[in-house]
């Protein structure tokens, strides 16, 4: 079955192209990632990937020593990326509210720019351990939630953000990226039955822009709106 999210041509991954990753391992990294997004790493073999690369093994072993090394290198690269990005963000903003916009934005446009890259760090996030090499995702988790929380409880100590009720940073964090996340799931579901991919795309911008990420923020900060007393 063809991936919905995956271009027609070989385009490598931006983040690949930003870090200036050398053209071989960055197709090899582009190719792999969109087997394993679709297949699943253990049922990806190291000859699909060449052959897609148009690669010879000899090439894979000597850039990642491994078919585990080469998933190795991609989830830290994935999630290095995101988190420099994130990191970046908040060193170039000063108020809360900006903080967490651009938090926002830097996620909604990675899945524009690259969705299967997302629907790869979906699957090993929330699929099967079992079915893939073990990978230390708890610190880099812990490196965002991390950031994330000093965002709040800096907000917090300097009257620029009083909570509604007894909620710890750690807490409004992860809510905060669930509502990111739940956002960006269902972005990436609705897309994979939306044909032609003229009308993918479209939909993406539409869900994925900028405006939809400041309106997340809002939400997030507003809430939905409040319970009308029926009695008065």
Avoid at 58 to 81: D, Q, R, T, V, W
Avoid at 83 to 110: M, S
Wanted: with cysteine.
């Amino acid at each position: 079955m063809e991936d919905a999210l995956a271009p027609d041509s070989l385009e490598i991954l931006p983040k690949l192209k930003e870090a200036e990753v050398p053209e071989v391992p960055a197709r090899i990294m582009t190719v792999a990632l969109r087997l394993f997004a679709h297949k699943g790493y253990a049922a990806t073999s190291v000859r699909e990937i060449v052959q897609e690369a148009d690669v010879t093994n000899p090439m894979l072993y000597y850039y990642f020593k491994s078919k585990s090394g080469l998933f190795a290198e991609l989830i830290s690269h994935l999630f290095g990326s995101m988190f420099e990005e994130i990191k970046g963000v908040l060193a170039e903003t000063d108020t809360f509210v900006d903080k967490l916009r651009g938090v926002a934005w830097a996620h909604l446009d990675g899945c524009r720019q690259s969705p299967i890259a997302l629907k790869f760090v979906y699957s090993v996030l929330f699929g099967p351990q079992t079915s893939r090499p073990e990978f230390d995702i708890f610190t880099q988790h812990v490196c965002v939630i991390g950031t994330i929380v000093n965002v709040f409880e800096d907000a917090i100590a300097a009257g620029e953000f009083e909570p509604n009720g007894d909620f710890s940073p750690l807490f409004l964090t992860h809510q905060f990226f669930g509502l990111l996340n739940g956002h960006l799931m269902r972005t990436l579901k609705l897309v994979e039955v939306i044909s032609p991919a003229a009308k993918r795309r479209e939909y993406m911008d539409e869900l994925l822009c900028r405006e939809e990420g400041t309106r997340l923020v809002e939400f997030f900060l507003n809430g939905a709106g409040r319970i009308v007393d029926e009695e008065k």
